[in-house]
């Protein structure tokens, strides 16, 4: 039989066609073949790889930032979670749809869920019978969101999906010792901000938002379907001004997937760990920090301590504060906190007028300009002084009697400052002022800085204010640090530390650089005798004077006391450096308080802030040598 | 009659076929068939492991009377100093009990002792497992932890009639909550990859960033307890190496084991009293 259909294919022509239409077809396909395999090999396996691999994004753990000593003050927490690799249970999806299927076989069609529900009902299952292991080994009740679960699967498959966040070190234990290694349960670490000294400096540090969409430098696989893991952002303080450098670079990984989105064991993919980013290191000093706050306790206000030959900050504070640690990951802003003004960096956005301590500028104008001389420049003070038609009081209603530079600085006499600035002038007081850097804000490296601070002149009354005449009550009035002019407590400690150098400005810096050198500006152009005078006044006002509340014993000092009002709220101010001798230490600090307190005045309120910050100073500082003076201090 | 070519063929058709029926026989008849084959195997492990016993009787019986007349001194020695040891123990229980009674305390979870001995050892680099010559006959459970005289030898993981499979510490797939000596923060410890033949070696994974270890200043790893499994001080070697992850979360580095781990022929298996606790 077989012999007699060879015969027949062998005669019959038709076949012959029919075998050649064959090989044609097959040459077909060879061709095609050939053409995609050698010709087209690139684009499908571009095409394959972009269909068949994943890109998974972590972001690295921010860098610290320390303290002057390497204190960190924001550190990484270790944030514990118990995850569950979805990626690796298929098979028991499909086992448990299986199950659930024939469970409603004999259910009526219309009453059914369709397949999709029961996908979900079975991956909730299978994510709830993993859940409940957890819960027999810590002993929680926990349940799975289904919803949550459900978005998961289909927008980030390849990532855990967290069952457990944030367990205590005990659950922890617990979990690594109970769960088996192969398990699709892990332990899954991240990390999140930590703020070891909680609301020590929250302002100065800032804090973090959530990052959805983290950046990826230098990673391949742009083009693949990616996964990011979510990061931070610095959204305030010193966490946002160097973000880019406490940004960690950012990790990941490209996985192998089949067609429904589960990862396929493969080697030989990129991979790269996250690495921390860079630390920061701060001039603040933590010690010093808390002292001031903890002095500043229950009060609202601001205190800022430099140091003096350098710039750097030692301290800055503002009160009424809050804890950033209460606000990782997720900022959560709550009505009161809104409400108390917590948000404000007073140290830096308050804006305060000067009280009078800014009559260490109208001193330094009057000298400059020759109006006040020393030795004979004296005022009688009654109490007040008659300016025009208007009385101007002096703070001691009964009046001070007669004083020189030296005394009316020490009693903070008005009426002195009232008379020689109103001989000095408007403008050349004005014009000190600007040159001791109050017209400009510091350029910290902090955000939102005050960018407008104000010294009133008749120039700036004309362009600003309403009524638009400079009086001699105008004069009057910013001579004694009252009126228009506004300062932020950062501007008032830098005044400070430029007149312990015997210069006109300091730069303030947050950033600690082992033995920086001195910052060198202009000097203050005054002759050394009336120098003296003003740090003379001042030591005299430390020691026995108006600010002598912020005396330590053992360190000698130069302090300024002063009172202002803001609208209904009163200011307590009082500013000082240490040691006189050889000055170190530059300290402003401003408390608000209410109008009905009779009391309120920088050397009550404000003194035991800044001694307390002096005292922790003294008692952490190794003292250079001392240099004697050539006044009478006591 | 089938063709000559499928006859010579048929033992591999009938392996074929048996194989892909053993792919379709329910989970409960393959794991029931595993089981019986391992309580058929396990006369099998216990005889040779006897007959070493024997053979290694017979080897020590070989020694000459000077030999054995300096073992028994050396012995004896061992045997006071443990004496010593068991009386300090004895009072240090005796002042536990004290305190706990005074302080209305709880008592600790406790354990049954169960010595066993090693029937076979598996060190390969996939096995790191033991065989000993106890199970369910002695009461011991899935999960109870293994002890030897350095520390931790392991967890037991297969419990059969009259044998038991013990994880070894070495293992890559035994993981514990440890703690640094005198620190009760929990570090992850895991066996690792170990080869034949070379020091037994683990792993430390979240270990704090103000824990320090060299290889010249090692660091003591014990049990932290906080898992429930394992006691509290418990030894597992010693730390000797730590590298800060590159996330800078933690350190992770690398444990110095026991090497009596490679030579074991006792173990105590610490059969928890009550064992719904663990």
Known sequence: ??????THRARNPRLLLFHAFVVGLVLMLLGKLTYLQFWQTTLYSEKARVQNQRRVIVPGPRGNIYDRDGNVLVGNRPRFSVVLNLAELRSEFKAEYKKIEANYAKVAPGDRPNDNQMARIARASVAQHYLDQLNFILNRHATVRTADLNRHVNQTLLL?????????????????????????LQVYTSSTRYYPYNAAAAHTLGYTGVNNDPEVEDFEGEDLLTFKMKGLFGRGGL??????????????????????????????????????????????????????????????????????????????????????????????????VEKSGVWLNRAIQGQYPPGSTFKIITAIAGLRAGSIEPASSTSDCPGYLMVGNRRF???????????????????????????????????????EARRFGYGHPTGIELPFEFSRPRVADPAWKKLHSLDKTWFPGDTANIAIGQGDTLITPLQAACMVASLARGEIETKPT????????????????????????????????????????????????????????????????????????????????????????????????????????????????????????????? | MLPKRFDQARPFATLGFVLLGWLFVPLVLKTFTRATFFEIQAPL?????????LQTFWSNRLHSKDELLKAGQQVAGLAAQYDFSVQQNEQLQAEILRLENLLKLPSMPAFRYEPARVARRDFSGWWQRMIIRKGANYGITTGAPVVFAGGVAGRVTEVYRYTAVVDLITSPTFRLAASVAGDSRPISYQGGLNNSFKSPRGTVEFVPLDIYATRGVTKRLVTSGLGGVFPPGLSLGEISSLELSPDGLFKYGEVSLDERLGSLTEVTVLVPLNPEEF
């Open chain 1, 1 to 6: 039989m077989s012999r007699l259909i060879e």
């Open chain 1, 160 to 184: 855990p999906y967290v069952l457990l966040d944030d367990l205590a070190p005990e659950e922890y234990a617990r979990l690594i010792e109970r769960l088996q290694v192969t398990s699709p």
């Open chain 1, 239 to 336: 966490e946002k001004i160097f973000d880019e450098q406490l940004q960690g670079e950012t990790g990941g990984a490209i996985y192998l997937v089949d067609p429904a989105g589960y990862k396929v064991n493969s080697r030989d993919l990129p991979h790269r760990l996250p690495v921390q980013g860079h630390n920061i290191f701060t001039s603040l000093d933590i010690d010093l920090q808390q002292a001031a706050e903890k002095a500043m306790e229950g009060r609202m206000g601001a205190a800022v301590a430099l140091d003096i030959q350098t710039g750097e900050v030692l301290v800055l504070a503002s009160r009424p504060d809050y804890d950033p640690n209460t606000r990782v990951p997720n900022l959560a802003p709550e009505q009161d």
């Open chain 1, 393 to 431: 009081p002096c703070h001691l209603h009964s009046g001070h009697g007669r004083r020189d530079l030296v005394g009316a600085l020490r009693d903070s006499c008005n009426v002195f400052f009232f008379k020689y600035g109103l001989e000095t002038g408007p403008e050349l007081i004005a014009a």
């Open chain 2, 45 to 53: 492990t216990v005889a040779d492991s006897f007959v070493r016993d």
């Open chain 1, 510 to 634: 947050l950033l600690h650089v082992a033995n920086r050198a001195p910052q060198r500006t202009a000097p203050i152009g005054l002759p050394p005798r009336d120098y003296a005078a003003i740090l003379q006044g001042m030591a005299q006002c430390y020691a026995v004077g108006t600010g002598r509340f912020a005396r330590v014993e053992g360190l000698s000092g130069a302090a300024k006391s002063g009172t202002a009002q803001k609208g209904r709220i009163d200011l307590a101010w009082l500013v000082a450096f240490a040691p006189l001798e050889n000055p170190q230490i530059a300290v402003a600090v401003v408390l608000e308080g209410a109008l009905d307190d009779d009391n309120f005045g920088g050397g009550t309120y404000a003194a035991p802030v800044v001694k307390a910050i002096l005292e922790a100073w003294q008692t952490k500082s190794e003292r250079p040598p001392v240099k004697p003076v050539n006044f009478k201090v006591n």
